[in-house]
C-alpha cells in the first residue's frame, strides 16, 4: 500500500504501458537525496538569531522561503513553455473518479475532430481502459500508469508528451487521476484547469473540496441529462461554485445527450485561438 | 495531500541549506502552510520524525506556521480572512475572488548549527 495516501494501489509509474523509472518522480515523491543547490530562492544567506536569550549557543537561523513542490513547479513552467512554443492549447481535466472526464473528453475530441487535431495524455492508478476507449475512438492517447502516485504530475507529463506527435495536435487533453485532492497541487503546465462536477455527486462538492475547486479556470456540471432523477439542486450546486471558484467560467452540458455542449465547444475554440497568436 | 513526501522534500532542502552555510546538524525546521493548501499540519507532524531519522536532521523540532485563507476586498480596500474560503468581505458582503494567502505550503526557515 501507498505510505501517501493509503490507496491500496501498489506498482509502479507506467507511461504507455512501459516502465518508466525515469519519468517517475521516485526523486519527487520520496526524496532523492541529492544534495545540489538549487537556482530560485536565491543563496541563503545566514544571520545571528535576534532573540540571543532563546538560543542555544552556536546554532544559527537562515531564511528559506522555498515551496515544497518546487520542483513540480519548475518543471511545469518548463512544459508550459514548450507547449506554448508549440501553439498547443493545453487542458487539465480533474474530478471525483466517475464524474464524466473520459467521456467528455471523447465527445469533446469527436467534435472538434473536423476543425482542430485533439491528442490526449490519461493518468490512471493502474488500468489502461480510459487509454482504450478514446484509442478506439481514433484519438492518439499515451497512458500514464501513476501506481501508487494518486496525482499526475509535471514530469510524467513531459515524459508522455515524447510520445505524441505534438506538432500534428491543437489541443492537448490531459485527464488527470480522479481525485479532488493532491491533484490540486500540481501543476502540470497547462493553459485552462477544467474541474468537473456531475450532477449525481452532492451540489456541496465545491465547498467541501476548496482548493480543488478554487483552483478551477472552468468548472464543468456534467450528466446534466440525470439532473432530474438524481434530485440535482442545480441553483445550490450554482451557488456553491461560484463563492469557491469566483473566477471560473462554469458550463453546463451533457456529454451523453451533447445537450450544452456547443457553448464549451465554442469556447474551447476561443481559447484555441489566443494560444495560437 | 502526500505530506509524507511533502515532509522529504521540507528536510532535503533543509539539509540542502544548512549544509551550504556550513553547518551540520538541523534543529529546527519551519514550515508555512496556508489553511488552502490541501496539507494537513498534523499529517506533516506524524511524518516528520520517521522522515528525519537517519538524517542531519534527526530529532529536530518542527514548527508550523498556520496561513488563514485571506482575501482582498478591492472596493473596501481591505484584506480579510475567510476561514470557510468564501471569500465574502465582512465590510460590504461582495464576494472576492482575489485569494492574497492560504495557498502557502513552504519551508520557511531552519535553525542549524
Ligand atoms: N447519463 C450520463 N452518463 C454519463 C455522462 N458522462 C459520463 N457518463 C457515464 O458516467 C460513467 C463514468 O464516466 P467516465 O467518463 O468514465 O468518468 P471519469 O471516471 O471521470 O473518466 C460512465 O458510465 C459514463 O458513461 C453524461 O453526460 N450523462
Ligand atoms: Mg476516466
Ligand atoms: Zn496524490
Ligand atoms: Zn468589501
Redesign the pocket.
Known sequence: MCQECGCGIGGEVKIGGRPASAAHSHSTHHGDGHSHEHGGGGAPHSHAHDDATAFPPGRQTVAVQRGLLEKNERLAERNRGFFRAKKLLVLNVL??????????IQKTAAILASRLRVGVIVGDLATDN?AARLREAGIPVVQVTTGTVCHLEAEMIAKAAERLDLDALDVLII?NV?NLVCPAAYDLGEDLRIV?L?TTEGEDKPLKYPPMFHSADVAVV?????AAAAGFDRAQALAALHRIAHHARIFE?????GDGMPAWIEYLEQQRASAKR | MHEVSLMENAVRMAVETARASGGERVHRIRLRVGAMSGVVPDALRFACDMVCQGTPADGAELEIEEVPATCWCAHCAVEFATPDFLGQCPHCHAVSGELRRGTEMELASIEFS
Open positions: 474530478s471525483s473518479p466517475g464524474s464524466g472526464k473520459t467521456t467528455l480510459d485527464e480522479g468537473l456531475s456534467t450528466k446534466s441529462d440525470l452540458l451533457s456529454a451523453r445527450t
